[in-house]
């Protein structure tokens, strides 16, 4: 359903599962950043209505999953934090050239959004089926649903602002390119490394 061209490496569900909290500090991170996006998208593109309206909902989803994840942070005694950068995501957007029409700006940003999204999923599901830990299995088994929701959302856009055809030869270009990112990647302690 993902469209993902390389499955994340088995290997990385155990490390994970070994640095949880790593993870989970890490996955607080990316639910800002994931705001953060949406927030944009609304700064730098309002005058398309509906993406303003759905990425309203998202900021609030977006917090919602920080604040839960955060909460478990208080839970375990840990602390935040600073952000890291991600390797993956900076990598990621160096695809598409810079500039361009607002249009084209606008796909790009949404089919970057849409794989990141698609990933997360990915992993999401990975920890969901794999940690031993069974409340944490339910808590990532949950979030996959909302990953792949908010995927198919960012995706479902790019098709409805650019021309499809051209979209989706883009979007298979790009998960071509993220495939050999990931070849790189799943040996950190990260949501997407």
């Known amino acids: 359903m993902l469209g993902l061209k390389l499955p994340t490496d088995p290997r990385w ?4 599962e070994k640095n949880i909290d790593e993870i989970l ?3 607080a991170h990316c639910e800002q950043k994931a705001a953060s996006t949406a927030i944009s998208l609304i700064v730098s593109f309002p005058e ?4 303003v309206t759905e990425m309203i909902a998202l900021v609030k989803e977006e917090m919602s999953h920080f604040k839960l994840v955060h909460d478990r942070l208080i839970a375990k005694g840990v602390t935040l934090g600073r952000d890291r950068k991600d390797e993956y995501v900076m990598d990621l957007i160096k695809f598409f050239p810079k500039g361009g029409s607002r249009t084209n700006q606008l796909v790009h940003r949404l089919l970057y959004a849409a794989l990141i999204e698609a990933r997360s999923c990915e992993r999401f599901r990975l920890l969901s089926e794999n940690l031993e830990d069974q409340e944490l299995a339910k808590f990532y088994r949950d979030l996959m649903v909302s990953e792949a929701n908010h995927y198919t959302l ?10 499809r055809v051209e979209v989706d030869q883009k979007w298979q270009d790009l998960l071509e390119y993220e495939a050999t990112l990931m070849g790189n990647l799943g040996t950190k302690e990260s949501i997407h490394g």
């Open 13 to 16: 569900v155990n490390i994970a």
């Open 25 to 27: 500090i890490d996955h």
């Open 48 to 51: 398309y209505t509906n993406l």
């Open 154 to 163: 960012f995706l479902n856009f790019a098709r409805e602002y650019g021309e």
